[in-house]
C-alpha cells in the first residue's frame, strides 16, 4: 500500500480551503488527470461522487463516499467501487492566522499489481501536483478570477 501524509501552511482562510476541497463537482476545472466527476447522490454532509481520471492512454472510473463536516472543516473520501483495493483520502483545515494549517493523508493500492507500479513510480510528483492544484483553486478564487 503506497500512503502519503503532510501538513501544509498556506495564506488562506480555512473556510476557503475547505470550500475548494469539498467543491467536487468543479474539481474537472483544476484537477491535473481529472477528466469527469458527477455526483450520483447526495445527502446530509455525504455524497456519492464518480470520478474519471486519465493519464496519457491510462483511463480509469472510480465511485467514492465523501463525507463533508463543516463545522470541524473536515473532508473524507473513501473508494465504494472501481481499481482500488484501497483508496481513502482525508483533509482537515485549521485556521492559523491570516491562513490554515492543511493536514492531508493518502493511501492506495491498485487492484492491479500492474497499475500500481506505475503510480507509484509517480506518486510523489503526482501529489505535489494535485495539492498545489488545489492551492492554485483557492488563490484564484480569492483574487476573484473564478468562482
Known amino acids: 500500500m503506497i500512503s502519503h501524509r503532510e501538513t501544509r501552511f498556506v495564506p488562506y482562510p480555512a473556510e476557503l480551503m475547505y470550500a475548494v476541497v469539498s467543491d467536487v463537482e468543479k ?22 461522487a464518480e ?7 491510462l483511463r480509469e472510473r472510480y465511485t467514492s463516499q465523501v463525507i463533508l463536516d463543516p463545522v470541524e472543516r473536515r473532508v473524507d ?27 492531508f493523508s493518502i493511501q492506495f493500492e491498485f487492484k492491479s499489481r500492474l497499475l500500481h507500479s506505475m503510480a507509484g513510480a509517480k506518486f510523489e510528483k503526482a501529489m505535489l501536483k ?9 488563490k484564484n478564487i480569492k483574487e476573484g478570477n473564478t468562482a
Not at 474539481?27 to 456519492?48: C, E, H, I, K, T
Not at 473520501?77 to 493536514?103: M, R, Y
Request: charged residues 15%; negative net charge; proline residues 6%.
Open 27 to 48: 474539481y474537472p476545472q483544476f484537477l491535473p488527470w481529472v477528466v469527469a466527476l458527477r455526483v450520483l447522490s447526495r445527502g446530509d454532509n455525504r455524497l456519492m
Open 51 to 57: 470520478m474519471a481520471v486519465g493519464y496519457g492512454a
Open 77 to 103: 473520501v473513501s473508494q465504494t467501487s472501481g481499481p482500488f483495493k484501497v483508496l481513502e483520502n482525508h483533509w482537515h483545515f485549521t485556521p492559523n492566522g491570516e491562513g490554515c494549517d492543511i493536514a
Open 130 to 138: 494535485m495539492t498545489d492544484a488545489f492551492e492554485a483553486r483557492a
